[in-house]
């Protein structure tokens, strides 16, 4: 069975400082992985995702993620933060060799950007 | 291009009541879910349909059923609603091949007294 971790309920970043969201994973096979974002009584967002290739993957509004397979990481991140980047960040994960298209989703990290 | 819609957007329910959340989708994607969202506790899959006339149990299935009535439609049954039920609702479709994305609808706030 897939799942993630995100191991910090809350992170809070003043404007213009990088953001970091940490993320980890488990699959049995090959991850694919994905970084989706909740603006408040809104539904997901997609971001930015990693199925193979290069291990650093460029999303919207200027976020990024690095996967690392030996730590089993996907952190998001984004180098200079904006207060409009306050919100709720889920991290995602399925197994890219099974046939089914379920996704386990981490139970999500609230990004404040402190003006 | 609405992409995905549920209605309704707010609820509130007694203990005991019934109701269905529905969900429609014009993106023509095979694959739909029901995920129920809860503080703390991240997004949980209720349940999915791989294609129109399947459906499979998710991770929190129980006191729920669903019915896929076409391709563009999905819904969501609450027979016996209990306060535990009280939760946002969202449901998603699935783009496969080399995009592998999902697509949520705004959700359904439902509380249940």
């Known amino acids: 069975a897939q799942s993630v971790a995100q191991p910090e309920d809350q992170v809070n970043v003043a404007e213009g400082n990088p953001l970091t969201v940490k993320c980890t994973y488990s699959?049995?096979?090959?991850?694919?992985l994905f970084w989706y974002v909740q603006y408040p009584n809104r539904g997901l967002q997609f971001l930015l995702k990693?199925?193979?290739?290069?291990?650093l993957v460029k999303g919207s509004y200027g976020f990024e993620a690095e996967f690392n397979k030996s730590q089993t990481s996907f952190h998001l991140k984004k180098p200079s933060a904006l207060v409009s980047d306050s919100a709720l960040y889920f991290c995602?994960?399925?197994?890219?060799?099974?046939?089914?298209?379920?996704?386990?989703f981490g139970k999500g990290n609230q990004v404040v950007v402190i003006p | 291009n609405a992409g995905v819609t549920q209605t309704p957007k707010f609820q509130v329910l007694k203990t005991g009541q019934s109701m269905t959340l529905q969900c429609a989708q014009d993106?023509?994607?095979?694959?739909m879910y029901w995920y129920r969202q809860d503080p703390g506790m991240g997004l949980r899959l209720i349940y999915y349909s791989a294609s129109e006339g399947t459906t499979d149990k998710g991770e929190v299935p129980n006191g729920y059923n669903v019915s896929r009535l076409n391709k563009r439609e999905f819904s969501l049954r609450l027979e016996s609603a209990a306060p535990s039920q009280t939760s946002v609702y969202f449901c998603a479709t699935y783009r496969g091949g080399a995009y592998n994305e999902q697509f949520f609808g705004p959700g359904t706030r439902l509380t249940v007294l």
């Open positions: 990693y199925i193979t290739g290069d291990n």
């Open positions: 993106m023509n994607h095979n694959s």
């Open positions: 995602a994960v399925r197994d890219g060799d099974y046939g089914n298209n379920r996704l386990a």
């Open positions: 699959v049995s096979g090959n991850p694919y």
